[in-house]
């Protein structure tokens, strides 16, 4: 109607909304009623009149922004009149008409249609509004019950583990109880070997040396038969004797006390006397060869220890071999951490049964089966050969079928460490930080590193390898190759581009064959070590740990003239 009777925007806007505001302000008053009026008399106006009974008014707000903001405003007892001037002079006709024209529009036979229309869909969505208060009544109930039953669940999962780690506690003590009798068992068992092999070993000595003298050609004449009797005693005695030996080593090994005496061997030599002492041995139906090599280059070792190891596999082979060969070959390797020497036997023998090749490196064991009948033995041959294998730095390992024969493979560094002789007891080093993401591989690292350094950081990925070496500021850093990004390589250029860790030595250690290492991108890396039997006297040397005796720091001169391990050099050529 404002708009009909051409009322402007902004007055039109103002007196919509105080009109609004007086009803909602009169609103519940008695026989209220509300009627749009256009004044008489000049100026004319158009305005909304409010009527009721009763005490109830408009508040002062109200009245206050009516009077600032319309033309009209008045109040008495029961009356508010607002209003505001109109600007096009209409006639009353005129505005009539106009009035009753909007009204027309806002009439019509569809208005109760719309109603019901309307009406509908208040329905409609008063009951879609139940039904999801329904809804979200049952979800709350069924979260309640899954709450619960989760917390029955956790009651029940919190007692079983209580009662699991209870368990596993009383475990372990058990196993720490039985670990402990197993170690004083086999400490036991050792003492007992060595006492009983420095029994045996006099008597023996004193029956081989008598057997000789009797052998002796000064002494009397003894018959044939004598002489071959007294020889059966004299080659016995020395079969007792090699026994008792074995024994002895056996248990100097498992206490600590057998330690090789490494020397430059004469790999060609020792392979003659081989050839010499087994040729007897051999069956008739069986060719025993044993390659004549000379190690191409130095080949350090204990070489009582290394003859020890082939004979006994050699003599084992021949044992078990009734017909075919039995074959001793030498090669040498090259590996990341210097020369190998590789010693494989192989025969033509029974063989052993899959389940049973671990088994036979177990003190006393032998393989059943009929060969057995005419074959003895004691099953000490094998197991002191990989004792003394280990003790010199390599691995034993085999490979058999039954009724197929057997493959034995000896496998040792051809040119162990440099030593200086021991190390002191103190660490030489403050720190060392090792990058490594395998966790096996640093527990077994540990004891290694305790004896080098006073601490050791492990960094087990590689993307905080660099920040760590900054914090510690470590003496040396040793770093794998194979990790996830970044690799070693990465790691060993982010050193190499921080110009205050240019003095620090580093030391690659990785389970890499040699053709897979690129050596274009170890940078100004000392050395490349092997992961398999990584001592602390090869990282010593490595890092050139020996000056520390002159008083130089790692990594640095040991004297005027003399390089700790050729830098790197030596360490890192095939």
């Keep these: ?63 206050t922004a009516s009077q600032r903001l319309l033309d009209l405003s008045v109040v008495d007892r029961g009356c508010l009149l607002l209003g505001q001037e109109l600007s096009s002079p209409l006639t009353a006709d005129q505005a009539a008409q106009r009035v009753d024209g909007e009204l027309a529009g806002l009439r019509g036979p569809d208005m109760s249609e719309e109603l019901r229309r309307q009406n509908t869909q208040l329905l409609r969505a008063l ?21 619960a039953g989760v917390m029955a669940l956790y009651s029940e999962l919190s007692g079983e583990l209580e009662e699991t780690n209870r368990g596993v506690v009383a475990l372990y003590a058990d196993l720490e109880d039985k670990s402990r009798r197993l170690r004083l068992a086999s400490a036991a068992k050792t003492r007992f070997w060595a006492n009983v092999s420095h029994e045996l070993r006099t008597p023996v000595n004193a029956v081989i040396a008598l057997a000789q003298l009797l052998l002796d ?26 026994l008792v030996e074995e024994l002895l080593d056996t248990a100097k090994a498992e206490s600590g006390r057998l330690e090789p005496q490494l020397v430059e061997a004469d790999l060609r030599t020792v392979l003659h006397q081989l050839r010499g002492t087994l040729a007897s041995t051999t069956a008739e139906n069986v060719t ?22 082939l004979r006994n596999v050699l003599s084992n082979s021949l044992k078990f071999t009734t017909e075919g060969s039995v074959r001793l070959t030498v090669a040498d390797e090259r590996r990341p951490d210097g020369p190998w020497a590789v010693f494989t036997v192989t025969d033509t023998g029974v063989g052993i049964p899959e389940d049973e090749i671990e088994q036979v490196f177990e003190e006393f064991y ?30 034993l390992t085999l490979t058999s079928r ?3 024969g057997t493959r034995v493979v000896v496998e040792l560094p051809a040119a162990p460490a440099r030593s200086a002789g021991p190390l002191p ?18 527990r077994t690292l540990r004891p290694t590193l305790g004896r080098l350094a006073e601490t050791t950081t492990e960094v087990t990925h590689s993307v905080e390898a660099l920040r760590t070496i900054r914090t510690t500021m470590p003496d040396a850093v040793l770093v794998d190759l194979a990790m996830p990004s970044p690799d070693g390589y990465q790691v060993l250029q982010q050193i190499a581009a921080v110009p205050g860790l240019a003095q620090v030595p580093v030391v690659v250690l990785t389970s890499m ?45 040991a004297g005027a003239d003399q390089p700790a391990p050729e830098d790197a050099k030596d360490a890192l050529t095939p």
């Design 288 to 309: 025993l060869e044993i390659a004549d090599t000379a190690f191409p280059g130095p080949f350090v070792t204990d070489e009582v220890m290394l003859t020890r190891v």
């Design 127 to 147: 009951q879609d509004e139940r039904s999801r208060s329904d809804e979200l009544e049952r979800l709350n109930k069924e979260l309640d019950e899954t709450n």
């Design 513 to 557: 064959g040699e053709s897979d290492i690129d050596r274009s991108r170890l940078g100004r890396a000392r050395a490349v070590l092997g992961k398999t039997h990584l001592t602390a006297e090869r990282l010593a040397e490595a890092l050139g740990l020996r000056a520390r005796d002159t008083g130089s720091a790692p990594g640095e001169p």
């Design 366 to 395: 032998q393989v059943r089966g009929d060969h057995q009948r005419h074959v003895s033995g004691t099953g000490l041959g094998l197991p002191y050969a990989r004792k003394l294998t280990e003790l010199l730095g390599g691995r």
């Design 402 to 404: 039954l009724g197929h």
């Design 425 to 442: 007891q103190e660490p030489l080093l403050r720190s060392v930080v090792i990058i490594d993401d395998d966790p096996v591989f640093l």
């Design 1 to 63: 109607m404002c708009q009909a009777l051409e009322l402007g925007e902004g007055k039109r806007v103002r007196l919509i909304t105080l009109a609004s505001e007086a009803g909602a302000e009169l609103l519940g008053a008695t026989e209220l009623s509300a009627e749009f009026v256009r004044t008489a008399g000049q100026p004319h106006r158009a305005a909304v009149r409010f009527l009721w009974k009763g005490d109830q008014a408009p508040g002062n707000d109200l009245l």
């Design 217 to 242: 050609a000064g002494a009397d004449p003894l018959t044939p038969e004598q002489h071959q009797q007294v020889s059966l005693i004299a080659g016995s005695g020395n079969t007792l004797l090699a």
